[in-house]
């Protein structure tokens, strides 16, 4: 139950853990888009809802890796450092690549040269 809470190194052995935990399947007897984020939601309307049935415990389904971010769930439970899977690292990356960039187009004074560099670096 300590899995992705910003503080933490995972270990292999504690991902492997999570890996065998997401194998066992449990009996589903409600709605799947129960405790989803809307994003979640939202992925799955074009779909059927699903019949109640046995399922894995935790997955990383197909619909998980078709959304802006990996919302799989075994997936984001082994993120072995900090809390930002390499989707969310990315997004965040480029966010810092864009802002230095169009910091660099405007025409500062020269006692203000280094607001981009400083902007990109927050």
Known sequence: AACNIGGEFMSPEEQDRVRSLSK???YRHF????GLSWTEVKSLEKQPPPEEGWEYLLSDLP???EAEYN???VTNMCIE???LNDDERRKINDHIVLTI???NELPFPKH???VPEFA???
Do not use: A, I, P
Not at 31 to 34: A, G, N, P, V, Y
């Open 63 to 65: 619909e998980h890796s």
């Open 71 to 73: 919302l799989g769930e």
């Open 101 to 103: 960039e169009m910091l």
């Open 120 to 122: 990109g670096g927050h």
């Open 81 to 83: 450092k900090g809390t």
């Open 112 to 114: 203000l040269k280094r």
């Open 24 to 26: 066992q399947k449990w």
């Open 31 to 34: 709605d799947r888009k129960l």
